[in-house]
């Protein structure tokens, strides 16, 4: 069965510290994504890659940076926690053709205090 | 910019009725639409997809229409369940494109 695994499933941190979330897929997908989920607003693409060491920004990357050192690993870093960064963050990888066929992490819900 | 209309936000059935949920899409250039399932607390689940070149695509109770005109496109449920009840997304992209725009979401509940 295919598998995105995320590490954490809730996290609580602090304004300023830097937060890591990790991405791990089994699939030897090509494309990986890192999404945010908040209500009213569907999902909102943060960052893709679509290969190793390479890495695009997505429609809301600021505050925001990613790392891809292997291929099935993809880590989100929030460099400064804010407040307004408070979401359900999830990740997604695809085989094929860009962004088809999303297959998506269980999410990490992130809190900001 | 690019951006997915989608309609209801809540939508509410009793089991065995009929679900139709309604998307419409800005950018002329998307030419593939899925459609996302996520029950609570769980992960997304694409559940059926459609390209610009089919009017139409049925999987068992699912069935996704595309009117490229328009630029709508619905998800249809029929025979409805409990197990149906959960946030159904649409989305659209295009062929190779690594940006999904997706709808805000429309929760379905399923009346037993």
């Known amino acids: 069965d295919v598998k995105v695994t995320q590490s954490s499933r809730y996290l609580v941190k602090r304004t300023g510290e830097k937060v890591f979330l990790e991405c791990v897929q089994d699939?030897?997908?090509?494309?990986m994504f890192w999404y945010r989920q908040d209500p009213g607003l569907g999902l909102r693409l943060i960052y893709f890659?679509?290969?190793?060491?390479?890495?695009e920004k997505g429609d809301i990357p600021e505050g925001y940076s990613v790392s891809r050192e292997k291929k099935e690993r993809f880590s989100l870093i929030l460099e400064s926690a804010s407040t307004n960064q408070t979401s359900m963050y999830l990740c997604?990888?695809?085989?094929?053709?860009?962004?088809?066929?999303?297959?998506f992490g269980s999410g990490t819900q992130l809190s900001v205090l | 910019g690019e951006n997915v209309e989608q309609h209801p936000s809540t939508l509410s059935v009793q089991e065995g009725d009929s679900a139709v949920i309604k998307c419409t899409y800005s950018?002329?250039?998307?030419?593939?639409f899925p459609w996302y399932k996520q029950e609570l607390g769980k992960r997304p689940q694409l559940i059926i997809d459609?390209?610009?070149?089919?009017g139409e695509k049925k999987d068992q109770r699912i069935a996704v229409t595309l009117n490229k005109t328009a630029k709508h496109f619905s998800l249809h449920i029929t025979e409805t369940q409990p197990e149906d009840s959960a946030v159904y997304f649409c989305?659209?992209?295009?062929?190779?494109?690594?940006?999904?725009?997706f709808g805000a979401g429309t929760r379905l509940f399923v009346k037993a």
């Open positions: 997604a990888s695809s085989l094929g053709q860009g962004a088809e066929k999303l297959f």
């Open positions: 699939m030897d997908h090509e494309n």
């Open positions: 890659s679509y290969d190793v060491k390479m890495k």
């Open positions: 950018d002329s250039a998307s030419n593939y």
């Open positions: 459609i390209r610009s070149n089919v």
């Open positions: 989305a659209a992209s295009y062929t190779g494109g690594f940006k999904t725009i």
